[in-house]
């Protein structure tokens, strides 16, 4: 991917199984690089996308900024991550912002014939969130909205210290018929950004689609 902001634009990834994932991005969307070929490539990439993100900031500033999204990558690659975006926008005079990743995880091989009922069930009993499943034009999928603690590094606040902040967030999980699960996630700390940042998700997820090796499209069972 490219760290440019992009117009409303396709993007895919193929599964190592075969089947093409793609979907489609609204415009404004910051993309973080995913396909430096080594550290040195990658540290630029992240610099270039400071410089977008903060574009009025000082060069220190957009150098902690990119050191801050460095240290995500581990947790990227660890939660199976192909695709990270992040978008900021004003709503009723207020700034929001908000991220959008996707990521193949494996599937349980507990899933048995009905993977979304599966996924669903052990949702529900994890607590996560309020679990849904719908029918989306590629497929069955579970939704599950929530919210979680995390923490805002020290580089990027007045105070200096690391400070906590909530997150609210909508997953979707798609389950494909070769033993994985696409996960769509939206999340977002500015709670004034929620109704506008989740009609724009719905309409990411809604754009999923998959296709074979072939270029054939596919519909997973369901």
């Not at 630029?44 to 995500?72: R, T």
């Not at 993977?115 to 590629?138: D, K, N, S, Y």
Request: with cysteine; aromatic share 8%.
């Amino acid at each position: 991917m490219t760290t440019e902001t992009v117009d409303e634009a396709r993007r895919s990834l193929t599964e190592a199984g075969g089947i093409e994932v793609r979907w489609i991005m609204p415009d404004g969307f910051l993309e973080l690089p995913f396909e430096a070929d080594d550290l040195d490539e990658l540290a630029g990439q992240l610099i270039e996308l400071a410089k977008q993100a903060l574009p009025g900031a000082d060069e220190d500033v957009q150098i902690q900024y990119a050191a801050m999204c460095a240290a995500h990558y581990d947790e990227f690659i660890e939660a199976g991550v192909q695709y990270a975006g992040f978008v900021t926008t004003e709503v009723d005079g207020v700034r929001c912002t908000a991220t959008v990743n996707v990521s193949l995880l494996d599937l349980d091989e507990r899933a048995g014939a009905n993977p979304a009922g599966f996924i669903a069930t052990t949702m529900r009993h994890l607590e996560l969130g309020e679990i849904g499943e719908v029918q989306l034009p590629c497929g069955p999928a579970v939704t599950c909205v929530g919210s979680r603690s995390s923490h805002v590094d020290g580089t990027l606040t007045q105070s200096g210290r690391d400070e906590p902040i909530w997150t609210s967030f909508i997953q979707a999980q798609i389950p494909l018929n070769n033993g994985t699960v696409l996960l769509l996630e939206m999340g977002t700390p500015t709670v004034e950004g929620w109704d506008v940042f989740s009609a724009m998700f719905a309409g990411i997820v809604k754009s999923v689609r998959f296709f074979d090796s072939d270029g054939a499209p596919l519909v997973m069972p369901g």
